[in-house]
């Protein structure tokens, strides 16, 4: 009988060999470019207080890419993740602003309901054949709707939450090193990072991850219940959106019931030209973060440049096409 490991060693899209240490490559040049770039249009881009702007800003949406890489290379798609934040960040208001509990439980309550919401989006997937598309997308719609619902489409501040806004914002690296002010919330996204490609480079859930993109049938006949996999997969990345929430809530000390709609896109993008392949089977989280950083990076340097708004999401909307024509190329390349 075929095992998980004999499909994951069989399948060329399940590890990502020359391609995918040259698609870092590439992605990790275009990042030291636009820095270069920037910093030579203007030379208040490499200031210190921009630098941490653009690593706070990095810190939410690499957490919600992290949680897009786990369901893309299962060859699905999850367009909820920037709604789930939000969410979670409702969720955390209610519990800690309206309720007045500790602050453990309200963050343990944000990261439940993102992974409770996973894991319905994972059984709309998994058990009732909904395209993840579709799926994700009216998991989107619903937790916009609830969000505006629960809140009283009202933002929730945390002002009588005593150390909620250090979650994000205060600076534990900055206390021991004050030179290096590096904000909580990218060291939570580090450790996110680091959690995420130990469970899918070392553990039996990151096997089936990359199994299930490469070759879900051959997995299923293996006598593995791809179903329930998939749906731990899709609870797993909920919860990561769970952190994103806290991040985000602490980073504004309020939760903003209206916020979410287009972090979706930021995040999959930098999935995308971080090297995974949106038809599954391939990806790493290191290539990720560094697609991560360049749309932070990118982001930031238009507006430093004085870029009008409009056209920084024209921007951003073209570099999403260009990164799915080059994960295109690529697949009929490997192909």
């Known amino acids: 009988m075929t095992s998980v490991t004999d499909v994951n060693e069989k399948s060329p899209l399940a590890n990502m060999g020359s391609s995918g240490a040259y698609q870092k490559l590439l992605a990790f040049a275009s990042l030291i470019a636009l820095l270069i770039g920037f910093s030579i249009a203007s030379p208040n881009f490499m200031q210190t207080s921009n630098m941490i702007a653009i690593l706070q800003a990095t810190s939410v949406n690499g957490v919600l890419a992290v949680a897009a890489t786990l369901v893309i290379i299962t060859g699905g798609i999850d367009l909820s993740v920037g709604t789930l934040m939000t969410f979670c960040a409702v969720i955390a208001g209610v519990v800690l602003t309206y309720m007045g509990m500790p602050l453990l439980l309200g963050v343990a309550a944000a990261i439940g309901a993102g992974a409770l919401c996973g894991l319905v989006s994972g059984t709309f997937v998994a058990k009732m054949k909904i395209p993840p598309f579709i799926a994700t997308l009216g998991m989107m719609l619903i937790l916009k709707g609830l969000s505006l619902v629960i809140s009283g489409t009202r933002p929730i501040y945390f002002n009588d939450t005593p150390g909620f806004d250090q979650i994000s914002r205060g600076s534990l690296i900055g206390k021991v090193i004050p030179s290096l002010p590096i904000p909580n919330g990218v060291l939570i996204l580090f450790i996110v990072a680091i959690a995420a490609a130990y469970i899918l480079s070392r553990t039996v859930l990151g096997r089936y991850t990359f199994a299930l993109g490469s070759n879900e049938e051959a997995v299923r006949l293996s006598g593995v219940n791809t ?60 290539g990720t973060i560094i697609g991560a950083l360049i749309m932070a990076v990118l982001t930031n340097g238009l507006r430093v440049l004085s870029v009008a708004q409009e056209w920084q999401t024209v921007v951003t909307g073209a570099i999403i096409i260009l990164a799915v024509y080059a994960d295109m190329v690529r697949r009929k390349k490997s192909g």
């Open 227 to 286: 179903d329930v996999w998939k749906m731990r997969i899709y609870a797993l990345a909920g919860g990561i959106c769970g952190i994103g929430g806290i991040l985000i809530a602490s980073r504004l000390n309020s939760a903003q019931p209206a916020l979410g709609l287009g972090y979706e896109l930021e995040a999959i993008a930098a999935v995308v030209i971080g090297g995974t392949s949106l038809s599954g089977g391939r990806g790493t989280i290191l």
